[in-house]
């Protein structure tokens, strides 16, 4: 069984920084696609930034050049660097592990605030 655990969300002004952390347990982190998606009230969770297992990267094309995914196979931890937060980023933010012919699994989910 998979369990994911977020960190690091909170409240921060416009054009600060945040590091999300998200926590795997389970042997299948090390060949398993990782992503942060984000939810904002009213809207559809939509795809911040996903990494495989080879190291490619995938970014919203709004956070690019702002977000960095990155993740830690020795800790089993995936990380999110947001710089340059906007208003806009408002939203919570999930933990996602997906490995082609299983089940995803999701976190809990971590609250990321923006003030203008």
């Known amino acids: 069984q998979v369990q994911l655990v977020e960190s690091g969300g909170g409240l921060v002004q416009a054009g600060g920084s945040l590091r999300l952390t998200c926590a795997a347990s389970g042997n299948l982190f090390s060949i398993s696609t990782m992503a942060w998606h984000r939810q904002a009230p009213g809207k559809e969770r939509e795809l911040v930034a996903s990494i495989t297992s080879t190291g490619s990267t995938t970014y919203l094309e709004s956070v690019k050049g702002r977000f960095t995914i990155s993740r830690d196979i020795s800790k089993k931890t995936v990380y999110l660097q947001m710089n340059g937060l906007k208003h806009e980023d408002t939203a919570v933010y999930y933990c996602?592990?997906?490995?082609?012919?299983?089940?995803?699994?999701w976190g809990q989910g971590t609250q990321v605030t923006v003030s203008p």
């Open positions: 996602r592990q997906s490995r082609s012919g299983r089940p995803d699994y």
